[in-house]
């Protein structure tokens, strides 16, 4: 799995097993004030990590069993408690308690997507027809999935027959597993591991107990939890002494428990032997991720380095434990943040201003403990030569903290300091100042892209070039890591003390395609063709229904008057070659492109009446213009709109048809569908996405169908803040659609719904079920009279997979289902490899169906989610996700990047936000 951004070390529960060591890794002040622009990451969306375990009522906390003995320490705000440090030098009145850091997954923004000069790259990871997982797009290389260490959470219904289906067209395939031939057949023995004074470097750590292999025997070690196959003592005391400094160090060992084979947490052993192996091959740890940095990719006239890694996860499938390996690539800059603030000081203005717009919400690696933080705000008040007071009540300046700490020297005194997100045990602590931490611009270097860079296309496609690993060569790339574990002497020792042995090939799989959709348009249906794609052949076809759009407003500076007038030509003649009626619009020319200026003009038009449609063309892609444009026409004004930035305009009839299939939308038509024969049927989607304005809170959207055809849509948006359920705000509005969808139906309620809940990540399913899927049931039972009558499928769609599957060392076709060998068998899950893509390997979409009493066979659920992967009326193709979830995300995006508001009502019918 992918899935955000997390592979690192696993966890064994019960005990509360952090990602790194308890001591802090980098100083804090507690004197910043903090920007209330400062984003924040959202609990409920954001995707665990491994480690990530709650630790239950009998399981202490780690701090509490460690010694409190002075140490090098993460400083925090003045507290009560003498082991709380405090910051020597005097700040704001506002003082905030700070808490270590803690790596955190790369910050994702999206782009919008209205028309096609608004196609976003968000949303072209989903449509577009190149580079599938391989492309660089938002998400590409940094929206890997964590691996859960949760107990696995059994969702597979109990009165399933079978999840495997038999429709299609039965094919050989390979995926990106190997199989573990033998595995160790006793108990493992589990203990704690504490140091003091406390070491935060897993690196050193490691060292640190290795001294003492002859008295321990044969272990397992990941930095806080030690695993044995004998048993030692209930608890050990050992002394090592750090090279660094010749410091003593005490290391405490505690008997926790043992692991019986069967037990879910021993698979957890597996991946952090095999994370082991990866050290012996010399590969970098960067975050939690390992990467060889000696084969790195240096694009220089971008001061790039594209560093490739792997990905492993070891887990118990259908009837074997599998490894998944996945090649994966992370982008680094050459340039520090220490860079970044010359370069602003060099170009002069405000350079507070433009650093701090620069920095925040990037996120950068700290190279002394290779750990990733996101950076939230910069407090220009303080410098590494501003003290704080260790908890032995010692003052020292971050400057010599880093070198004593880190043996790491500040050579740039007069430079802000920055303030990251702080440790992931720290994030669901009520106050925001207690997760935060401060960094060192020198010591950071800069990871991603910024939007800047992706908005360059040379520099892109000079990545792609790295990057789009084909199916064939990933293959190869796959069998070649694996030669090198199996060859490699220290690996092969560490296998053989376990039992352990890889299988040398690929797993073989079993699918199966399904056939080709008809599209259904007015006047007759076309093939999807092979690769799902009916752009050209739906040229002359009429759309199934349309509104003749009379009265319209188009709105341009004076200076685009007469490409407006080309553009509206081909717009014409596309819109009447599928039967779409677009008479001449109003053209309202304004002065200039200001954001104001349009605002002002648009408040000034749609005072006087409300049109059926506004078209406003704007010069470039920016986003506060668009931004603005949008929240006077989905909130103050509701009115369908549609923007066009200038260079599409003579693009001709290829662009001009996509405007209009999406201005026919607006008004409530209908370009296509396919055959669903499955009547009374209701379809929901929901997406999440972060409001940008405000960063504890995000929008999350729910669509839903009103037809047989499942054509017709209705919308709701609702705000959600950090800490709130979500059940009552997806259920209100489920609700309100099956009283809306009995409206449209003859007094009728559907029959079945079925729920495809996007933004899920799998440690969170099991708070998906309890909270969100039985309150739905419990409000729709109200409606319905009896929760025995309510039938409705609950369904978790994934995107973001480390799965890859092959067909001949192609991609396979589309259509492609798998539902055994590499699936889960306590889950109702199955793949569907939906969309073409022509670069790279190819991506499959994931569902997990977690609540079903629609009375569907694995057959007619897998059947109907590729049906809808047809229907989303942005892309003449198919899409990755169902279309009703693809148009919640659409929403929710458009809110939580641009809007901020929920939108007008009045909306609500419309596909507005294409």
């Known amino acids: 799995m992918q899935q955000g951004k997390g592979r690192g070390r696993a966890k064994v529960p019960?005990?509360?097993?952090?990602?790194?060591?308890?001591?802090?890794?980098?100083?804090?002040?507690?004197?910043?004030?903090?920007?209330?622009?400062?984003?924040?990451?959202?609990?409920?969306?954001?995707?665990?990590?491994?480690?990530?375990?709650?630790?239950?009522?009998?399981?202490?906390?780690?701090?509490?069993?460690?010694?409190?003995?002075?140490?090098?320490?993460?400083?925090?705000?003045?507290?009560?408690?003498?082991?709380?440090?405090?910051?020597?030098?005097?700040?704001?009145?506002?003082?905030?308690?700070?808490?270590?850091?803690?790596?955190?997954?790369?910050?994702?923004?999206?782009?919008?997507?209205?028309?096609?000069?608004?196609?976003?790259?968000?949303?072209?990871?989903?449509?577009?027809?190149?580079?599938?997982?391989?492309?660089?797009?938002?998400?590409?290389?940094r929206g890997?999935?964590?691996?859960?260490?949760?107990?696995?959470?059994?969702?597979?219904?109990?009165?399933?027959?079978?999840?495997?289906?038999?429709?299609?067209?039965?094919?050989?395939?390979?995926?990106?597993?190997?199989?573990?031939?033998?595995?160790?057949?006793w108990t493992l023995y589990q203990y704690r591991v504490d140091f003091a004074p406390e070491e935060d470097r897993t690196a050193v750590r490691k060292s640190l107990l290795r001294n003492h292999k002859e008295k321990l025997g044969a272990y397992i070690f990941d930095g806080t939890v030690l695993y044995t196959s004998h048993r030692l003592p209930e608890k050990m005391d050992l002394l090592s002494k750090r090279q660094f400094d010749d410091e003593k160090?005490?290391?405490?060992?505690?008997?926790?428990?043992?692991?019986?084979?069967?037990?879910?947490?021993?698979?957890?052993?597996?991946?952090?032997?095999?994370?082991?192996?990866?050290?012996?091959?010399?590969?970098?740890?960067?975050g939690r991720d390992y990467y060889d940095a000696e084969t790195k990719v240096v694009v220089a006239q971008y001061k790039l380095e594209l560093w490739p890694g792997y990905f492993t996860s070891i887990r118990q499938h259908e009837r074997d434990i599998l490894m998944c390996a996945e090649?994966?690539?992370?982008?680094?800059?050459?340039?520090?943040?220490?860079?970044?603030?010359?370069?602003?000081?060099?170009?002069?203005?405000?350079?507070?201003?433009?650093?701090?717009?620069?920095?925040?919400?990037?996120?950068?690696?700290?190279?002394?403990?290779?750990?990733?933080?996101?950076?939230?705000d910069v407090d220009f008040k303080l410098t590494p030569n501003n003290t704080f007071k260790l908890k032995s009540g010692e003052s020292v300046t971050y400057k010599d903290y880093y070198k004593n700490k880190y043996n790491k020297s500040i050579q740039y005194n007069n430079q802000p300091m920055l303030v990251a997100e702080g440790k992931q045990k720290t994030r669901n602590l009520p106050d925001q100042s207690e997760r935060l931490v401060y960094l060192v611009p020198e010591l950071c270097r800069a990871t991603g892209l910024t939007d800047s860079m992706r908005a360059n296309f040379d520099l892109m496609q000079a990545l792609a070039t790295h990057t789009r690993v084909s199916p064939e060569s990933r293959?190869?790339?796959?069998?070649?890591?694996?030669?090198?574990?199996?060859?490699?002497?220290?690996?092969?020792?560490?296998?053989?003390?376990?039992?352990?042995?890889?299988?040398?090939?690929?797993?073989?799989?079993p699918g199966r395609v399904l056939p080709t959709e008809k599209i259904v348009f007015r006047t007759g249906s076309i093939s999807a063709g092979a690769e799902a794609d009916w752009t050209r052949e739906m040229r002359n076809k009429q759309l199934i229904a349309s509104k003749p759009l009379k009265n319209w407003i188009l709105v341009h500076t004076g200076n685009l008057k007469r490409d407006c007038e080309d553009f509206l030509k081909n717009l014409t003649k596309a819109a009447g070659g599928m039967g779409f009626n677009i008479e001449r619009p109003r053209m309202f020319p304004i002065a200039d492109d200001r954001s104001?200026?349009?605002?002002?003009?648009?408040?000034?038009?749609?005072?006087?009446?409300?049109?059926?449609?506004?078209?406003?063309?704007?010069?470039?892609?920016?986003?506060?213009?668009?931004?603005?444009?949008?929240?006077?026409?989905?909130?103050?004004?509701?009115?369908?709109?549609?923007?066009?930035?200038?260079?599409?305009?003579?693009?001709?009839?290829?662009?001009?048809?996509?405007?209009?299939?999406?201005?026919?939308?607006?008004?409530?038509?209908?370009?296509?569908?396919?055959?669903?024969?499955?009547?009374?049927?209701?379809?929901?989607?929901?997406?999440?996405?972060?409001?940008?304005?405000?960063?504890?809170?995000?929008?999350?959207?729910?669509?839903?169908?009103?037809?047989?055809n499942l054509t017709r849509y209705i919308s709701a948006v609702s705000?959600?803040?950090?800490?709130?359920?979500?059940?009552?705000?997806?259920?209100?509005?489920?609700?309100?659609?099956?009283?809306?969808?009995?409206?449209?139906?003859?007094?009728?309620?559907?029959?079945?719904?079925?729920?495809?809940?996007?933004?899920?990540?799998?440690?969170?399913?099991?708070?998906?079920?309890?909270?969100?899927?039985?309150?739905?049931?419990?409000?729709?039972?109200?409606?319905?009279?009896?929760?025995?009558?309510?039938?409705?499928?609950?369904?978790?769609?994934?995107?973001?997979?480390?799965?890859?599957?092959?067909?001949?060392?192609?991609?396979p076709p589309c259509g492609t289902v798998v539902d055994d060998v590499i699936t889960s068998p306590v889950k109702y899950d199955f793949f569907i490899v939906s969309q073409h893509v022509r670069q790279g390997t190819v991506t499959p979409t994931s569902y997990s169906v977690i609540d079903d009493t629609v009375g569907?066979?694995?057959?007619?659920?897998?059947?109907?989610?590729?049906?809808?992967?047809?229907?989303?009326?942005?892309?003449?193709?198919t899409v990755r996700v169902p279309a009703p979830c693809q148009y919640a995300h659409k929403l929710a995006y458009l809110v939580g990047q641009y809007v901020h508001r929920a939108p007008n009502t009045h909306l609500e019918d419309l596909l507005y936000y294409l």
């Open 14 to 141: 019960p005990v509360q097993s952090p990602t790194s060591p308890i001591s802090p890794t980098s100083p804090i002040s507690p004197t910043s004030p903090i920007s209330p622009t400062s984003p924040t990451t959202s609990a409920w969306v954001r995707r665990p990590g491994p480690g990530q375990v709650q630790a239950g009522p009998s399981q202490p906390r780690p701090s509490q069993s460690r010694p409190s003995q002075p140490r090098l320490s993460q400083p925090r705000a003045s507290q009560p408690r003498q082991s709380q440090p405090r910051l020597s030098q005097p700040g704001p009145s506002q003082k905030a308690r700070l808490r270590p850091a803690q790596p955190v997954q790369a910050f994702v923004r999206g782009v919008r997507g209205d028309g096609q000069g608004y196609s976003g790259r968000a949303e072209s990871k989903d449509v577009q027809r190149g580079g599938g997982d391989a492309s660089i797009g938002r998400g590409a290389m």
């Open 144 to 185: 890997k999935r964590s691996v859960p260490t949760d107990i696995m959470l059994v969702t597979r219904p109990q009165n399933l027959p079978t999840k495997k289906g038999i429709f299609g067209t039965q094919v050989k395939l390979r995926a990106n597993y190997f199989r573990l031939l033998s595995t160790t057949n």
């Open 249 to 286: 160090i005490t290391i405490t060992i505690k008997f926790v428990g043992d692991l019986a084979k069967e037990d879910h947490h021993y698979l957890q052993f597996f991946n952090i032997i095999m994370r082991k192996c990866l050290e012996h091959l010399k590969l970098q740890l960067v």
């Open 327 to 376: 090649i994966t690539h992370k982008v680094m800059r050459q340039d520090t943040l220490l860079d970044i603030w010359r370069s602003c000081q060099e170009h002069g203005g405000n350079v507070e201003k433009t650093y701090y717009e620069e920095v925040l919400g990037s996120v950068v690696l700290t190279d002394y403990n290779n750990n990733t933080y996101r950076i939230m």
């Open 475 to 509: 293959i190869q790339k796959l069998l070649m890591f694996n030669r090198r574990l199996c060859s490699q002497p220290n690996i092969v020792k560490e296998l053989k003390e376990w039992n352990l042995e890889l299988e040398d090939k690929l797993v073989e799989i």
């Open 596 to 708: 104001s200026t349009y605002s002002e003009a648009l408040e000034d038009l749609l005072s006087k009446s409300i049109p059926q449609l506004v078209l406003c063309i704007v010069t470039t892609n920016r986003s506060e213009r668009y931004s603005t444009i949008k929240k006077k026409c989905c909130v103050d004004r509701p009115v369908p709109s549609q923007v066009v930035i200038r260079k599409n305009l003579v693009k001709g009839l290829s662009v001009a048809t996509k405007v209009a299939i999406q201005m026919n939308c607006k008004l409530g038509g209908v370009p296509w569908c396919v055959e669903v024969p499955l009547s009374g049927l209701m379809v929901v989607g929901f997406d999440v996405c972060h409001d940008t304005n405000m960063k504890e809170r995000d929008f999350g959207a729910t669509v839903a169908t009103l037809d047989k």
């Open 719 to 811: 705000p959600h803040s950090n800490g709130e359920e979500l059940s009552n705000d997806i259920a209100s509005h489920i609700c309100k659609f099956v009283a809306t969808y009995r409206q449209y139906n003859d007094n009728r309620y559907p029959d079945r719904i079925v729920v495809y809940r996007d933004g899920v990540g799998e440690g969170q399913v099991h708070l998906v079920y309890n909270h969100e899927v039985k309150e739905i049931r419990k409000r729709l039972a109200q409606l319905y009279g009896s929760e025995a009558a309510v039938k409705m499928a609950f369904i978790i769609v994934n995107k973001r997979v480390n799965t890859r599957i092959f067909y001949n060392e192609r991609n």
């Open 856 to 877: 569907l066979d694995a057959d007619k659920m897998q059947r109907l989610t590729y049906k809808l992967t047809h229907m989303y009326y942005n892309w003449s193709g």
